[in-house]
């Protein structure tokens, strides 16, 4: 009788773990995301996958970029899909942990025209392809929409300076004096 049940509570499981139900493995880390930083995250699950320990950093990440001798406090580009979605996350929820790091980051482009100004961010969908995060950026120098930046989609690379700001009764984050390549 006992190994019956205990069977039977396995295969439940199994069809659980397996299952697309309300909170796949994914949102359930991105939920801890909303509370502990990724390190923690990864320190306490039981059950990490071998890609997610292999991607497991230590801040700060010191990596070199085109720009010359700037270097990055947070490096965007060698984690998972789902370890970049869950950091990008967690840089939402707790900007000043972030706050004056240099961030590098790769993912689409985007635009979207504002009543005063335009802005443009750095896109990065999750491992399914399903949800997507993204971090605005203000390019460094002058630069001219559509002339000097790529198309809408493309793929980019940023490296900036991380910072929040207010408009209205929203705050945002933004990587500023920023350096873009496409």
């Known amino acids: 009788m006992r190994k019956s049940l205990f069977v039977i509570l396995l295969i439940i499981l199994s069809l659980l773990l397996c299952s697309c139900g ?49 270097k990055a406090d947070v490096d965007l580009t060698t984690l998972s899909s789902t370890m970049v979605y869950s950091e990008v996350l967690n840089m939402i929820q707790n900007p000043s ?15 979207s025209e504002g009543p005063t100004r335009n802005y443009y961010a750095c896109i990065i969908k999750d491992a399914t392809q399903c949800c997507a ?7 460094d120098g002058d630069h001219t929409y559509p002339d000097d930046y790529p198309a ?7 490296v900036g300076t991380f910072d929040s700001y207010s408009e209205g009764d929203n705050d945002y984050i933004q990587l500023i004096n920023a350096n873009l390549s496409f």
């Open 22 to 70: 309300e909170q796949s493995e994914m949102q359930q880390m991105l939920n801890a995301a909303k509370q502990n930083s990724v390190s923690d995250v990864l320190a306490n699950a039981g059950t990490t996958t071998a890609k997610a320990e292999t991607t497991k950093t230590t801040a700060p990440v010191s990596i070199t970029v085109p720009n010359g001798d700037a």
């Open 97 to 111: 942990e972030y706050s004056g790091k240099k961030v590098k980051m790769s993912g689409a482009f985007a635009m």
């Open 152 to 158: 809408v989609g493309a793929d980019i690379t940023v």
């Open 133 to 139: 995060q993204g971090i605005e950026f203000v390019w």
